[in-house]
């Protein structure tokens, strides 16, 4: 197949560009990226592919497959780059580009609905019974009263991130052994 | 030359305090044996990490950890990161504020509405930078009474107290060294496993998206460290903990062989300063007694 650089769709790539990935342009399609991936053998994300297809403007196989979301975000691709094309942002900046087409998956919206309405990524009533187990200290961090919960609720509330990762009002945590970190 | 050890405000995080409060206890004793003064950061909420803020928006990842710096600026102390998730994500939104104006007023906009302001006043700090680059491993083990000789210890840095490097600056990020001199420092050898410094499969959303997966990287990391059969993991990030805590006892329920005992660094540090196991380590899903009786001789 003939690639015709000049008559990509550039809209995708102009996006990432803005939405954090900065220096996409400078991928030259060594591999060094996808060399140190951890998920690269296991999964469908396919970082030098990946790279490849923003540049190509190839949108609907990136963003609809989901496979960026599989991105451990180790950032071993990032460092080890010879270009510095920051192929990690460009993953976080597809990410955005999903979120706003509302293509994100479940387990985003637990981890943001966690943190939402308990102030931490894991439930707080298992840990204060582990804390008394083992003699620590009263919990004061944003779990031990409500009024901090509602700080970062109010921070959240003034960004887009609320819509973005479908944080709803009447959420509960799944169980008492939620580990929702990411 | 060493860096002065005096005052620090403990941020402790999500996994630390409410899953494994026996490692906060581990650092708060032996911090305080070592002669570091830890403070609490009152009401500092969670980080927050890559996978769901930061993924969908920068601005809303940013506001949060801006909130968190600006509890421990009002303490007038610097930071102290016991996670490498908390320190890569802290510490990055803090060089990224002190250097750009439009962003720090864009965050103080929305930390106006709940009464808090960010200055731009501290340093973020990893408890493994702290305790190497500032306390010294020559006070470690003077301050240790058991020594460690003949344990091997396969260490485990994790992803985000490495890289990105540029930002992070706490380690060179193809040869890291501090975590294996602090574990020396208690008399066990850190023995050398391939790709040591490769990622345990927990993070960026993984453990949540994709059970599967998450375990299958995992399995190929403690294969890796199985090469060089160590008596134990040493790390010194809580999410890698949990990950090779509940991850080996995820591959031993579909009937893998794994189990390898795992430590928090401080929870060792403890061990060798005679602190009671009870407090500082009792809360694994892969056993460790046996690791503690064989070389601490405590039941």
Same mark, same amino acid.
């Given at each position: 197949?003939?690639?015709?650089?000049?008559?990509?769709?550039k809209?995708?790539?102009?996006?990432?560009?803005?939405?954090?990935?900065?220096?996409?342009?400078?991928?030259?399609?060594?591999?060094?990226?996808?060399?140190?991936?951890?998920?690269?053998?296991?999964?469908?994300?396919?970082?030098?592919?990946?790279m490849?297809?923003?540049?190509?403007?190839?949108?609907?196989?990136?963003?609809?497959?989901?496979?960026?979301?599989?991105?451990?975000?180790?950032?071993?691709?990032?460092?080890?780059?010879?270009?510095?094309?920051?192929?990690?942002?460009?993953?976080?900046?597809?990410?955005?580009?999903?979120?706003?087409?509302?293509?994100i998956?479940?387990?985003?919206?637990?981890?943001?609905?966690?943190?939402?309405?308990?102030?931490?990524?894991?439930?707080?009533k $298992?840990?204060?019974?582990?804390?008394?187990?083992?003699?620590?200290?009263?919990? $004061?961090?944003?779990?031990?009263?409500?009024?901090?919960?509602?700080?970062?609720?109010?921070?959240?509330?003034?960004?887009?991130?609320? $819509?973005?990762?479908?944080?709803?009002?009447?959420? $509960?945590?799944k169980?008492?052994?939620?580990?929702?970190?990411d | 030359?060493?860096?002065?050890?005096?005052? *620090?405000?403990? *941020?402790?995080?999500?996994?630390?305090?409410?899953?494994?409060?026996?490692?906060?206890?581990?650092?708060?004793?032996?911090?305080?044996?070592?002669?570091?003064?830890?403070?609490?950061?009152?009401?500092?909420?969670?980080?927050?990490?890559?996978?769901?803020?930061?993924?969908?928006e920068?601005?809303?990842?940013?506001?949060?950890?801006?909130?968190?710096?600006?509890?421990?600026?009002?303490m007038?102390?610097?930071?102290?990161?016991?996670c490498?998730?908390?320190?890569?994500?802290?510490?990055?939104?803090?060089?990224?504020?002190?250097?750009?104006?439009?962003?720090?007023?864009?965050?103080?906009?929305?930390?106006?509405?709940?009464?808090?302001?960010?200055?731009?006043?501290?340093?973020?700090?990893?408890?493994?930078?702290i305790?190497?680059d500032?306390?010294?491993?020559?006070?470690?083990?003077?301050?240790?009474?058991i020594?460690?000789?003949?344990?091997?210890?396969?260490?485990? *840095?994790?992803?985000?107290?490495?890289?990105?490097?540029?930002?992070?600056?706490?380690?060179?990020?193809?040869k890291?060294?501090?975590?294996?001199?602090?574990?020396?420092?208690?008399?066990?050898?850190?023995?050398?496993?391939?790709?040591?410094?490769?990622?345990?499969?927990a993070g960026?959303?993984?453990?949540?998206?994709?059970p599967?997966?998450?375990?299958?990287?995992?399995?190929?990391?403690?294969?890796?460290?199985?090469?060089?059969?160590?008596?134990?993991?040493?790390?010194?990030?809580?999410?890698?903990?949990?990950?090779?805590?509940?991850?080996?006892?995820?591959?031993?329920?579909?009937?893998?062989?794994?189990?390898?005992?795992?430590?928090?660094?401080?929870?060792?540090?403890?061990?060798?300063?005679?602190?009671?196991?009870?407090?500082?380590?009792?809360?694994?899903?892969?056993?460790?007694?046996?690791?503690?009786?064989?070389?601490?001789?405590?039941?």
């Open positions: 197949m003939k690639i015709v650089l000049n008559d990509t769709n809209d995708l790539v102009n996006k990432v560009i803005e939405y954090g990935g900065k220096r996409v342009y400078k991928c030259f399609q060594c591999g060094m990226c996808a060399s140190g991936c951890p998920v690269a053998s296991d999964t469908d994300h396919k970082i030098k592919r990946t490849h297809q923003v540049l190509l403007g190839l949108d609907e196989h990136i963003l609809d497959k989901k496979a960026i979301w599989l991105c451990t975000t180790c950032f071993m691709c990032l460092e080890r780059c010879p270009q510095n094309a920051g192929p990690t942002d460009v993953v976080f900046a597809l990410r955005r580009i999903s979120a706003e087409k509302g293509i998956p479940e387990a985003q919206i637990e981890v943001a609905n966690t943190i939402y309405h308990l102030g931490h990524a894991v439930t707080v $298992k840990g204060i019974t582990l804390r008394d187990k083992v003699q620590a200290p009263p919990l $004061k961090t944003a779990g031990s009263d409500k009024k901090y919960i509602l700080e970062i609720q109010k921070m959240v509330d003034s960004t887009n991130a609320r $819509k973005l990762l479908k944080i709803r009002k009447d959420w $509960k945590p169980g008492d052994d939620v580990i929702a970190c | 030359m060493l860096l002065p050890a005096t005052d *620090y405000a403990l *941020y402790t995080g999500c996994i630390i305090p409410l899953r494994y409060p026996d490692i906060e206890n581990s650092i708060r004793e032996t911090m305080s044996l070592l002669g570091a003064n830890v403070y609490d950061m009152i009401g500092a909420g969670c980080c927050p990490p890559g996978g769901a803020f930061w993924s969908v920068e601005i809303s990842g940013l506001v949060q950890s801006a909130r968190n710096l600006s509890i421990a600026e009002s007038n102390k610097d930071l102290m990161a016991v490498n998730g908390c320190f890569c994500y802290l510490k990055s939104s803090n060089l990224l504020l002190k250097n750009d104006q439009a962003k720090r007023e864009k965050v103080n906009i929305i930390l106006n509405k709940i009464g808090r302001k960010y200055h731009g006043t501290i340093s973020v700090y990893h408890l493994v930078e305790l190497h500032h306390i010294g491993t020559e006070k470690i083990k003077k301050a240790t009474k020594k460690l000789d003949g344990a091997k210890a396969a260490v485990h *840095y994790g992803c985000h107290l490495l890289r990105p490097s540029d930002h992070l600056m706490a380690e060179n990020p193809e890291p060294h501090k975590l294996d001199a602090l574990v020396e420092a208690l008399g066990m050898e850190s023995v050398y496993y391939p790709k040591k410094l490769s990622c345990c499969g960026g959303g993984m453990r949540g998206n994709n599967d997966v998450t375990l299958k990287i995992l399995e190929k990391k403690l294969l890796n460290i199985k090469y060089s059969d160590p008596d134990c993991i040493v790390t010194a990030c809580p999410f890698c903990f949990l990950q090779f805590d509940l991850g080996q006892k995820g591959l031993r329920d579909r009937g893998e062989d794994f189990c390898i005992p795992v430590f928090y660094y401080n929870q060792l540090l403890g061990l060798s300063m005679k602190l009671p196991k009870e407090r500082i380590a009792s809360l694994s899903e892969t056993p460790r007694d046996g690791f503690i009786k064989k070389f601490y001789g405590v039941d």
